[in-house]
């Protein structure tokens, strides 16, 4: 008898026991079987299962007939028989009729043995055919097999069940391969990357990355390999191996200026980018090429750029939460960052926001996350919410998005203040202002809790796509520490019903917003810098009175904002995202802003260099001593 194969038993909780294994004849069988169901019915039923399978031809000819089956109480040509590891007998199928193992269920008093109790580690399954005389005249042919075979039994090895390989790969950007494993612990993975027989890097973990950086790597196909394992488990799973795709040298984009770690000494690079989420991409740039759209494009895009700038503090917006864990996390921790993501809408959300912290330059003390939808019914927020949740309306509103926000605490050198970095994406309705401004003002008030309890030193940062251009109140209140309870866009939001959907969200727009190619420009002199006496409607209840304590600053002056664009679609431009600092940090900007005749150059963005519709906001930052 041949040395013994792998049968692989798969228990998953479903009832069923799952056999698989591949015979010489390089056949994989696969079965399933009742838990409770006695051992002898099991394994007459695999038996008439490898006749079905093997007492057959499988040339083309046989390939359009349909498969020979035994006939009426014929008995299988396999017999089956399964030793468990605690006994030297083996239990077999009956070699008489097939009703003979039927029988096996109505043995009244008897002690059964199932086949949850016998297929456990080490039992040994042999299959042996029956002599040709035994089958003779029962209208089968004799079987292919002329010899015992044996398979041990291994219950829920780990396994690799698919490998994520990426769809795109850059020169100069991490290539990232990550595994779905059953029965496995991720960080007991042994990985290979290769070019044919030459060994990249290996190494054990949940990922592994590999940044291809010679001009020579261009055009190559790297293969990786994926053995799993589990802690307390001896041995291996069985290695999966993947070609990945080639590697190409990523499209020029010279707007992009590399961060100067010379000319920056003593400052720290600062990040702030909606990154589009793929859910959002679809069916809504039709200027844009299929394959620009494809989210293992842009994000190969999205970590060389953020690569470029180097920052210390990377806040991003719109994440794909399969994204973040396939490839931002593994790429951004491979090159010495720490990820801290919050899914929009709780843990099943499908985008989310992400901060990512370089290690050499501080430390995650702890992350929090605000649910905006739950802050409303928080008596802590009670002040900020309770006057508008009167209107059924708005209170179904306050319900129903899913805005969330971070908040990270850092901690420096011992020169340096402690650092707090709040990192939200707010609500997009061009209706609904004032579910910013509560939203806004809610955080702040986190904030300000959280901050109390850190030395007064400690510097605040907040970041993110707060949807709301220069003039409006969001921007008003963070610049000024006040929105009055008589501000005009407590009007507007009142008129905004749930319901209407974001097609009536531009009912009444100027014309002399809308330029010729029917593009939407979102920023209008900034009024609220001149003219604090904003006229409330008399009919209109006063909406809150707002305030903070945080005297924040911008590294990009209002007049920027105003003259230029974070978000440039064919329908709408304006400037959207935003960095500002308080406390203990001083921030300047660190890159030019991006000419419009750039952003139109393929009609808006996203576009074939441009991976998202928005540009990211980048600063450089420092911290003062404390």
């Not at 579910?435 to 003002?441: D, E, G, K, S």
């Amino acid at each position: 008898m041949a040395a013994p194969g792998r049968c692989v038993v798969r228990i998953v909780g479903d009832g069923l026991v799952h056999l698989s294994f591949k015979m010489p004849t390089g056949e994989v069988i696969a079965a399933q079987r009742p838990l409770q169901e006695p051992l002898e019915k099991a394994l007459h039923r695999l038996a008439i299962t490898l006749t079905k399978r093997l007492c057959c031809s499988t040339g083309p000819a046989a390939r359009k007939k349909k498969k020979t089956k035994p006939t009426g109480g014929a008995a299988p040509a396999f017999d089956v028989r399964l030793v468990p590891p605690w006994q030297e007998a083996a239990l077999s199928t009956h070699t008489g009729s097939s009703a003979g193992a039927a029988d096996a269920d109505d043995a009244a008093g008897a002690a059964v043995l199932t086949n949850s109790a016998a297929f456990v580690d080490g039992a040994v399954l042999t299959l042996q055919q029956r002599s040709p005389l035994d089958v003779a005249g029962e209208g089968l042919p004799a079987p292919k097999m002329t010899a015992i075979t044996a398979f041990t039994c291994v219950v829920n090895p780990p396994a690799v069940l698919r490998l994520h390989c990426p769809t795109t790969a850059f020169i100069g950007v991490p290539i990232v391969v990550t595994a779905l494993l059953e029965f496995a612990d991720v960080a007991q993975c042994r990985w290979t990357m290769l070019l044919g027989t030459e060994i990249l890097q290996s190494g054990i973990g949940e990922f592994i990355a590999f940044t291809p950086t010679c001009v020579e790597h261009v055009g190559q196909a790297f293969r990786v390999q994926c053995q799993p394992g589990r802690y307390g488990v001896a041995g291996l799973g069985e290695v999966v191996e993947a070609t990945l795709c080639a590697v190409e040298t990523a499209p020029p984009r010279p707007w992009i200026r590399r961060a100067d770690p010379a000319a920056s000494e003593g400052w720290s690079g600062l990040v702030s980018w909606n990154v589009l989420a793929d859910a959002y991409s679809r069916d809504v740039f039709p200027y844009v090429q299929p394959e620009h759209l494809v989210k293992g494009y842009r994000a190969q895009l999205v970590v060389q750029e953020i690569q470029a700038y180097d920052p210390a503090v990377c806040c991003l917006q719109e994440v794909d939460t399969t994204t973040y864990e396939r490839l931002y996390r593994p790429a951004m921790e491979h090159q010495g960052y720490t990820g801290c993501f919050a899914p929009k809408g709780g843990p099943t959300g499908v985008e989310g926001c992400a901060v990512f912290i370089k290690d050499a330059a501080f430390r995650v003390v702890s992350t929090q996350t605000l649910v905006l939808n739950k802050a409303c019914d928080d008596p802590r927020f009670a002040d900020l919410f309770q006057p508008s949740m009167d209107n059924v309306h708005t209170a179904t509103i306050f319900r129903s998005v899913t805005t969330i926000c971070q908040l990270v605490q850092l901690e420096g050198s011992d020169s340096a203040a402690p650092l707090v970095v709040l990192n939200t994406h707010l609500f997009f309705h061009p209706r609904a202002p004032h579910v910013r401004l509560i939203h806004v003002a809610a955080i702040l008030q986190w904030a300000t809790e959280v901050m109390r309890t850190l030395p007064p030193t400690t510097g605040l940062i907040f970041a993110g796509d707060l949807n709301s251009t220069p003039e409006t109140g969001v921007i008003e209140f963070l610049m000024t520490g006040r929105v009055s309870p008589h501000h005009p866009e407590w009007a507007r939001g009142a008129q905004m019903r749930w319901d209407a959907g974001p097609e009536a969200a531009l009912d009444g727009v100027p014309e002399e917003e809308v330029t010729d190619s029917g593009q939407r420009r979102g920023n209008l002199p900034v009024a609220w810098r001149s003219d604090r006496g904003h006229h409330h409607p008399p009919t209109v209840p006063p909406g809150p009175d707002l305030c903070h304590p945080f005297a924040f600053t911008s590294p990009v002056s209002l007049d920027t904002m105003v003259a230029n664009s974070t978000n440039f679609t064919a329908a709408f431009c304006g400037w959207l995202d935003y960095i500002f600092c308080a406390g203990a940090v001083e921030v300047v900007p660190a890159q030019d802003v991006i000419a419009e005749e750039v952003l139109r150059q393929d009609v808006a963005i996203p576009s074939r260099v441009f991976p998202s519709d928005h540009v990211p906001v980048v600063a450089r930052f420092r911290m003062h001593a404390k």
